[in-house]
């Protein structure tokens, strides 16, 4: 979910934090896991920017799975609801709880978001916009 409200990125399963390989024994099924956790636990659906590839390291399959930037950020918990404890986001190598001010931003700058406000509301104040966004 980090990834999809940030820039995208690579998670590799059966791989250390140190770097080491430990190889998953079933990668299919480990895809399959991976898949229906995703999809019951997040919100919006991120299904469609998630690619799923195994690879053979030292002899040991891997899952990487490739998040890819989404479009209807933020991406949350669904047991957390769309508040900082739900959003997360990448700041460096780590994922981070998102602050309010992340979360709004994610909100404003989501795609095809703030062309629609601009088109329809070229004479309404940004605080009207932001009230609305937030009270929806």
């Known amino acids: 979910m980090a990834f999809a ?78 508040r900082p404890e739900g959003v997360f986001i990448r700041q460096g190598t780590s994922s981070v709880q998102a602050t309010d001010t992340a979360i709004r931003r994610r909100i404003i700058s989501g795609a095809g978001f703030v062309c629609g406000i601009q088109n329809r509301a070229r004479n309404v104040k940004t605080g009207r916009i932001l009230f609305f966004i937030l009270f929806m």
């Not at 229906?36 to 399959?61: A, C, G, V």
């Open 5 to 82: 409200n940030s820039m995208g990125g690579t998670l590799y399963i059966g791989v250390a934090d140190d770097g080491s390989i430990a190889g998953v024994e079933n990668p299919d099924m480990t895809t399959q896991q991976i898949a229906n956790m995703i999809r019951d636990s997040i919100k919006p659906d991120i299904t469609m920017f998630l690619h799923y590839e195994t690879k053979e390291i030292d002899r040991k399959q891997i899952v990487a799975v490739e998040v890819q930037r989404g479009t209807e950020r933020p991406y949350y918990l669904a047991k957390k609801g769309l």
